[in-house]
């Protein structure tokens, strides 16, 4: 990160802005403080972290990034609070889109840089945790993409260093593809970068206050929709595609359904544009496409205020608030696939009231979902919808009216970003909002990023008893 630092030194040195040296001097402040931990810790034997260790060791990673990357945020000629600055740097790792900063057209090149930057270095952090790390801890249904197993034939790739370099090409190649597209379609190299870099993160955050609808371009929502999709997908597929037998064996129930999802509700969308707003059929589809595939991605991006187009229209998008991409991916949310876990598990629960005998077995795609699977996901939407609640009745206390409460508590938790309402709907952003309302929000987004049980198992004193 001390070395990202410097990315956005270099663009405000170029534009012969003063806020390089802030730039400059926390890379140097950041860069230090760690190479002397490195070097006071570093030992030739090597330990092996028991599993509460790892849920502290991410919770303590993903709590520390958002402090150190919002120092430049915080030093610079933004004058931000401390709390604004992190919630700023929280929500663009976590890849939320939430912004509290307005006047993006005449903000500085290298702050716009950096808070791109956050975003990209966010989504590969995320899609590394997701694949990497959480499946090993056993948190939610990533269990069933878990990479390493007894089977060696079932392996993706032999060792997990190549599985990293694997998912680290197939980012950049994704970001790569995405800004020469934005460049084709009429965008700024300076634009194409950044929204390069936050569409496929699916992170939402861009360098103009009317975020896409500043370009004014069909072609640019559509290309936008399919890089968010792209950036919703789990990443693993980019890696069989290039092993066709493994690829042919391999069946993930959740992109389908995903893809079913973000095409109906975006057809019903457009239908009731057409009825209710009288818009023509082929405007309204991709505009609603984009959008909508913008909030179920959890990116953030608008093209417009979507909350202005009807009541029918707001409750699509507040549902598809709730759902998510899919696992493995730099999308947040539920998540596709423990909607077809839970969707399975109440289907085989009705099955079992007319016959309370019958032996059913749970199958997602070629593998038969264990126990320990429907419990983890049992226990996400418990913990979901119970810091969803926790969160909503903090944010009142803060002075919130319900709707910013509830769709704000929402929203960071699930990482879309934008929620409803005049102060934080996609047409506003929460930089009036007092500051423990920003830290409140700031600890929805961890928790919602790290999937809930990472953080919240650290708080059970029975944990840490031997």
């Known amino acids: 990160m001390a070395a990202a630092m410097l990315v956005p030194a270099l663009v405000d040195l170029a534009d012969e802005n003063d806020d390089w040296q802030v730039f400059v001097g926390s890379a140097f402040l950041v860069g230090a403080f760690c190479s002397l931990v490195a070097t006071a810790t570093r030992t030739s034997r090597q330990t092996r972290l028991s599993r509460r260790y790892g849920f502290l060791l991410v919770t303590t990673i993903w709590v520390f990034a958002p402090a150190v990357a919002s120092l430049p945020l915080y030093f610079s000629s933004l004058n931000l609070t401390f709390a604004a600055a992190f919630f700023e740097a929280m929500s663009g790792l976590t890849t939320t889109g939430g912004t509290v900063i307005s006047g993006l057209d005449v903000l500085p090149r290298g702050l716009l840089m950096?808070?791109?930057?956050?975003?990209?270095?966010?989504?590969?952090?995320?899609?590394?945790?997701?694949?990497?790390?959480?499946?090993?801890?056993?948190?939610?249904?990533?269990?069933?993409?878990?990479?390493e197993n007894s089977d060696r034939s079932d392996k993706v790739l032999p060792r997990v260093s190549q599985l990293a370099a694997g998912l680290l090409g197939a980012y950049m190649v994704l970001t790569i593809a995405c800004m020469t597209t934005y460049v084709m379609l009429g965008m700024s190299a300076f634009d194409a970068v950044n929204h390069a870099m936050t569409t496929v993160a699916t992170g939402g955050?861009?360098?103009?206050?009317?975020?896409?609808?500043?370009?004014?371009?069909?072609?640019?929502?559509?290309?936008?929709?399919?890089?968010?999709?792209?950036?919703?997908?789990p990443f693993v597929i980019y890696i069989r595609a290039?092993?066709?037998?493994?690829?042919?064996?391999?069946?993930?129930?959740?992109?389908?359904?995903?893809?079913?999802?973000?095409?109906?509700?975006?057809?019903?969308?457009?239908?009731?544009?057409?009825?209710?707003n009288d818009t023509?059929?082929?405007?309204?589809?991709?505009?609603?496409?984009?959008?909508?595939?913008?909030?179920?991605t959890t990116t953030g991006y608008a093209s417009e205020d979507y909350t202005l187009w009807s009541n029918a229209a707001i409750g699509i998008i507040f549902m598809a608030m709730f759902i998510g991409g899919c696992a493995g991916s730099t999308s947040g949310g539920v998540k596709a696939n423990r909607l077809v876990i839970l969707f399975l598990l109440v289907r085989s629960s009705l099955r079992r009231l007319v016959r309370p005998h019958?032996?059913?077995?749970?199958?997602?795609?070629?593998?038969?979902?264990?126990?320990?699977?429907?419990?983890?996901?049992?226990?996400?939407?418990?913990?979901?919808?119970?810091?969803?609640?926790?969160?909503?009745?903090?944010?009142?206390?803060?002075?919130?009216?319900?709707?910013?409460?509830?769709?704000?508590?929402?929203?960071?938790?699930?990482?879309?970003g934008p929620a409803f309402g005049q102060i934080i709907g996609p047409a506003g952003n929460f930089g009036s909002l007092p500051d423990p309302a920003l830290w409140i929000?700031?600890?929805?987004?961890?928790?919602?990023?790290?999937?809930?049980?990472?953080?919240?198992?650290?708080?059970?004193?029975?944990?840490?008893?031997?």
């Not at 975003?119 to 939610?140: D, F, N």
């Not at 609808?213 to 919703?232: C, E, H, P, R």
């Not at 496409?289 to 909030?295: C, D, G, W, Y």
């Not at 990472?454 to 840490?464: D, G, K, Q």
């Open 441 to 466: 929000l700031s600890i929805n987004m961890l928790l919602g990023r790290l999937e809930l049980v990472t953080v919240l198992i650290l708080l059970f004193p029975s944990v840490w008893r031997d």
């Open 280 to 296: 023509p059929f082929g405007e309204a589809l991709v505009s609603s496409t984009f959008n909508l595939v913008s909030v179920i």
């Open 205 to 233: 955050f861009s360098t103009h206050d009317a975020s896409m609808g500043y370009f004014d371009s069909d072609a640019v929502l559509i290309a936008g929709t399919i890089f968010m999709i792209l950036g919703a997908l």
């Open 242 to 276: 290039f092993l066709p037998r493994r690829f042919q064996r391999w069946r993930d129930p959740q992109i389908v359904v995903f893809l079913v999802i973000c095409a109906v509700l975006s057809l019903t969308l457009a239908a009731s544009r057409r009825v209710i």
């Open 114 to 147: 950096w808070r791109s930057l956050m975003q990209w270095m966010g989504g590969i952090g995320i899609i590394g945790m997701a694949i990497l790390i959480l499946p090993s801890l056993g948190v939610g249904g990533l269990t069933l993409f878990q990479m």
């Open 358 to 416: 019958a032996v059913q077995r749970l199958r997602y795609g070629n593998q038969i979902i264990s126990d320990d699977v429907l419990q983890t996901v049992t226990i996400f939407f418990f913990l979901f919808f119970g810091t969803l609640l926790t969160g909503t009745v903090a944010l009142s206390m803060c002075g919130l009216d319900l709707t910013t409460a509830f769709t704000g508590s929402l929203a960071t938790v699930s990482n879309v």
